[in-house]
């Protein structure tokens, strides 16, 4: 069974940062590619960033380069999300998940940034 529980979203004012973790049990999570994901009501879940299973290949969606970075511990069965200078744009609910046929969803972190 998929479990993936998410923390460390907060509030922060514009320009913060805040570390994001994800730990995942019941898959053979150092084997799948990761994913980080963000959903404000009303708009469907998109992908934020997502980084391989051997942390080899890292991408990110066009608005968050060179602020957010993605990272993982294959001992741990942990994802991370390091986001720096925040933007109310980046409020949302936050969730981690594998990179590819994403299945169960956690309770999602949620980041609120005030401008």
């Known amino acids: 069974q998929v479990r993936l529980m998410e923390s460390g979203g907060g509030l922060v004012q514009a320009g913060g940062s805040l570390r994001l973790s994800c730990v995942a049990s019941?898959?053979?999570?150092?084997?799948?590619?990761m994913a980080w994901y963000r959903q404000v009501p009303g708009k469907e879940r998109e992908m934020v960033a997502s980084?391989?299973?051997?942390?080899?290949?890292?991408k990110y969606m066009d608005s968050v380069e060179g602020r957010f970075t993605i990272s993982r511990d294959n001992a741990k069965n942990m994802v991370f999300l390091q986001m720096n200078s925040l933007q109310f744009e980046d409020t949302a609910m936050y969730y981690c998940?594998?990179?590819?046929?994403?299945?169960?969803w956690g309770p999602g972190t949620q980041v609120t940034v005030s401008s």
């Open positions: 998940n594998t990179q590819y046929d994403p299945e169960s």
């Open positions: 019941g898959f053979t999570f150092y084997t799948r590619g």
């Open positions: 980084i391989s299973s051997a942390s080899g290949v890292i």
